[in-house]
């Protein structure tokens, strides 16, 4: 993409109690696209979205959100900016109504007509109190108030980790809605992955608090190919003839294997000389996921 970033983001340290949570990320988010932040708990995801709207101040490098200083966003910024915690933390005392009522004071922009919309499909009751809801309905009441405004740049922090398979399923149908809007941006994080897997079209893994792949996710189903093998008679070889084979599981005859991509011409020859038929079979952005790791760790293998 060519576009200018949303977010960019610069040698980024930041430190809580001498325990250092990110060690100089850096990574642009750019405009039009969405972004899936993946990564264990614990991994620095939800201390790098509060950076970039200004919640923390990072203790070295630079965030730059919207064409400013993070820490510096101001009213007209912050009007274009959704974004939700994974705790979605409301004001327990208020009723639903009175919630969207008051968050929606804030933005002379608010979508009254998304908002009836998504309280019905939501089956958020306007009169029930906030501190009354379950886990899951105060996160669909969080997610309305953070795009009820239609804001450029949705910022979603392990948003559907509180919520049941079928929350989850009509808040996935919402964020393909969403995305149909060429000009939002949108950074999800999550460590659910098939959350996200079906939305993004960028994935940047942190691991530990240091980026280990900031790229296109086109791109990087491209670099590997996952195979069912199945011998045209008799057991496999033990090894199997691969250059670069990196996950294996085998019965006899029949083995599913992770491979580099590489030449259709080179998997051709390795079937006619293993005597093997191939097919080949889609790889889950989990199994994306590990493979990064597990490429990171043997790189730091001594």
């Not at 007209?76 to 968050?103: C, F, N, P």
């Not at 599913?256 to 590489?262: E, L, M, Y």
Request: net charge negative; charged share 25%; hydrophobic share 40%.
């Amino acid at each position: 993409m060519n576009a200018e970033p949303v977010v960019r983001v610069e040698r980024l340290r930041k430190e809580f109690d001498g325990v250092t949570v990110l060690k100089g990320v850096s990574l642009d988010v750019r405009a039009g696209s969405v972004v899936g932040l993946v990564g264990a708990n614990g991994a620095g995801k939800s201390t790098l979205i509060r950076l970039m709207v200004g919640l923390y101040l990072p203790d070295r490098g630079t965030c730059t959100t919207l064409g400013h200083n993070a820490a510096k966003l101001g009213p007209s910024e912050l009007a274009r900016i959704g974004y939700v915690h994974q705790e979605g933390k409301l004001i327990d005392w208020m009723t639903v109504a009175q919630m969207v009522r008051y968050v929606a004071s804030y933005y002379p922009s608010w979508n009254t007509e998304l908002e009836t919309g998504y309280l019905s499909e939501f089956k958020l009751d306007k009169n029930a109190i906030v501190g009354d809801l379950s886990p899951g309905q105060r996160q669909m009441l969080a997610i309305l108030l953070a795009i009820g405004h239609e804001p450029d740049l949705l910022l979603l922090d392990e948003p559907a980790a509180a919520l049941d398979p079928l929350a989850r399923k009509q808040f996935l149908d919402l964020l393909l809605d969403i995305i149909q809007d060429p000009g939002r941006t949108i950074l999800i994080s999550s460590h659910i992955l098939s959350d996200v897997e079906k939305v993004i079209d960028h994935i940047i893994v942190l691991d530990q608090g240091e980026v280990r792949r900031d790229v296109g996710l086109d791109e990087l189903q491209q670099e590997y190919v996952k195979l069912r093998i199945t011998a045209v008679r008799g057991d496999l070889p033990d090894p199997l003839p691969f250059r670069e084979l990196l996950t294996c599981r085998r019965n006899g005859g029949e083995a599913v294997v992770v491979v580099r991509a590489c030449p259709d011409q080179e998997l051709d020859h390795v079937a006619q000389g293993l005597g093997s038929t191939f097919d080949v079979l889609p790889l889950s952005l989990d199994e994306l996921y590990g493979l990064v790791l597990s490429a990171r760790q043997e790189d730091s293998t001594p």
